[in-house]
């Protein structure tokens, strides 16, 4: 521990607007001797234990930096040394096409710290969204008990010197969770011109990507992968009915009487007698034709 952070402890602690929070009333310090955390006495909030890296100590007073406060200046400028460094690497591949597939290493590494800040960031904001809120809940509390001191005056319950103590105390109060909210909003607006760099700085390579995606799906046959729907008006009833071809004619099939005299009788035994029949028949037959 170094002579100035032991001159740190009895110290009055402020906020960065002059507001007094407590007094420091010891530390918390590591194995090698640094300070981790200080202990603030804040009062009827009880005993806070606040990072080191979130007090200045300025003269005779301590200066408490909130948290959003450094996390939202550690975002903006990782997020901003990227950014240059991802632009210079496009210039340099831009410039010399052999060097494409060196940068192509670094290239992805950068991408992948951009994407990591980005979960940083969606943090961030959840406790810039936060804090603003706690900010306007103050406004409104201030508002109120200089509203009430008005009324207090008016009615002659309480004294003219009373009400501006009251009225000065508020308008301090207002002031400053004015400035704050004010930074807060020039942080949030930081952040978003910075997201809106980085999208314009990957919107050429993405567009290329999307390009060609394109042209391998037109390349092949399209495909329909929905079905028609089916007619959903119902059928008039009045509609032209159907005309049914009429079925070819087939003749009507022999009867029993037919059948029986063509069909071929068996052959009979050759005898005499048969065969001069066979052959009485077999001359009809030919005079016949």
Known sequence: MTRDDIDIIGKNVKDMYGTFMGKVV???????GSIQSVGVDCGSQGLQQIQYEQLVVQGEVVIFIPKWRLDSQRLLREKQLTLRRLKALIDIVSENDDMKEDA???HEKYKSKLASL???EHEIKAKLEARMTELDDQMKSAKMLLFD???QYKSNEISETTFETVKSCTSEVIEHVNHETAEISNVQRRIADLDTEVQSTLAPQKHLQDSAVSYLDNSGQI???SLPEAPTEPISSSATPFEVEALPHFPEPPTETEVRTTVPQPPQKVTSETSNDNDNDWLARMEAQ
Request: no cysteine; proline share 0%.
């Open 26 to 32: 010891g530390t918390i310090t590591d194995i090698d």
């Open 104 to 106: 192509e290493i670094i």
């Open 118 to 120: 980005d979960e940083i």
């Open 149 to 151: 001191a008005k009324v």
């Open 223 to 225: 495909v329909q992968t």
